[in-house]
T-cell receptor, first 107, second 116 residues
Framework: LAKTTQPISMDSYEGQEVNITCSHN???????ITWYQQFPSQGPRFIIQGYKTKVTNEVASLFIPADRKSSTLSLPRVSLSDTAVYYCLCNNNDMRFGAGTRLTVKP | DAGVIQSPRHEVTEMGQEVTLRCKPI?????LFWYRQTMMRGLELLIYFNNNVPIDDSGMPEDRFSAKMPNASFSTLKIQPSEPRDSAVYFC??????????????FGQGTRLTVV
């Protein structure tokens, strides 16, 4: 099972772009990379998923290099409401969450 | 669909009592997951089911914990007897698939359990 490593916490300011990188050195060939967001007192919520290159949706972008040993979640122009914990998963056969990255957006 | 529905939302019980947490997954989803979240241990996967069959229960902490899925629309997580260290938020989640692209797990609102 691919283990993921993320920074424990990050701080940002409103309007900035935030990039959170996740390392998954032993990702399997058939693993997808998925990111979830969790607000206090709520369950995690799916943000974005990809296999390689770049994926973009209305919420975020996901950058995956050719070797797939890492991935970067990019949040454009964050607001205070983006303060949350962000989890990276390599989940082809597993739904185990790591410690996640606690993002704090300041005014 | 109303999403994943968990009950109760809050439960306070005394040590030694039996506690039953309930979950209704999204209709048509083949996978159901139970998680426990605490500040110290984060979000832990306890057990998951595929088509009502338990697939991996390696995260269940001990024999006091048991989970069942008698049909596709209902699952329970039972703790008997409960202990103060079981105090946590318990989440249930369901997903349509597990291995393909567009796998998305939907989480319920959680049950906050306090054992005193």
């Amino acid at each position: 099972l691919a283990k993921t490593t993320q920074p424990i916490s990050m701080d940002s300011y409103e309007g900035q772009e935030v990039n959170i990188t996740c390392s998954h050195n032993n990702i399997a060939t058939n693993d997808y990379i998925t990111w979830y967001q969790q607000f206090p007192s709520q369950g995690p919520r799916f943000i974005i998923q990809g296999y390689k290159t770049k994926v973009t949706n209305e919420v975020a972008s996901l950058f995956i290099p050719a070797d797939r040993k890492s991935s970067t979640l990019s949040l454009p122009r964050v607001s205070l409401s983006d303060t949350a914990v962000y989890y990276c998963l390599c989940n082809n056969n597993d739904m185990r969450f790591g410690a996640g990255t606690r993002l704090t957006v300041k005014p | 669909d109303a999403g994943v529905i968990q009950s109760p939302r809050h439960e306070v019980t005394e040590m030694g009592q039996e506690v039953t947490l309930r979950c209704k997954p999204i209709s048509g989803h083949d996978y159901l997951f139970w998680y426990r979240q605490t500040m110290m241990r984060g979000l832990e996967l306890l057990i998951y089911f595929n088509n009502n069959v338990p697939i991996d229960d390696s995260g269940m902490p001990e024999d006091r914990f048991s989970a069942k899925m008698p049909n596709a629309s209902f699952s329970t997580l039972k703790i008997q007897p409960s202990e103060p260290r079981d105090s946590a938020v318990y989440f249930c989640a369901s997903s349509l698939v597990l291995r393909d692209l567009d796998t998305e797990a939907f989480f319920g609102q959680g049950t906050r359990l306090t054992v005193v």
